[in-house]
């Protein structure tokens, strides 16, 4: 069982930046894909990047590429998200989720584990 907690979420202006952090408990951190998805007021849940295990290869949604990137610290059970020139598009709660592979995943319906999410607005 993995547990996932994400913090950093908050309101920031178009143009700023925002740094999301998630939590993950377990021994075997490392073995698990990471992704962050985003879900908006009255949309479905998107996928916004992901990671491998060994954090050699990571993947975006084009939404985000170039103004996103996803990092992680396997000796410290973390994935992060650093989010820079947001725009108003990209308000909503962000979700940290973890895929028992170790290959990047894109799909939602192959995570495993998902955090309870951290609001992002920005304002216009």
């Known amino acids: 069982q993995v547990q996932l907690v994400e913090s950093g979420g908050g309101l920031v202006q178009t143009g700023g930046s925002l740094r999301l952090s998630c939590a993950a408990s377990g021994r075997t951190f490392s073995s698990y894909a990471m992704g962050w998805f985003r879900q908006a007021p009255g949309k479905e849940r998107t996928f916004v990047a992901t990671?491998?295990?060994?954090?050699?290869?990571?993947y975006y949604a084009d939404s985000v590429k170039g103004r996103f990137t996803i990092s992680r610290d396997n000796a410290k059970n973390t994935v992060n998200l650093q989010m820079n020139s947001l725009k108003p598009e990209d308000t909503a709660v962000y979700y940290c989720a973890a895929a028992r592979v170790h290959n990047i995943v894109v799909s939602t319906t192959l995570y495993n584990y998902w955090g309870q999410g951290t609001q992002v607005t920005v304002s216009s």
């Open positions: 990671i491998s295990g060994s954090g050699s290869t990571t």
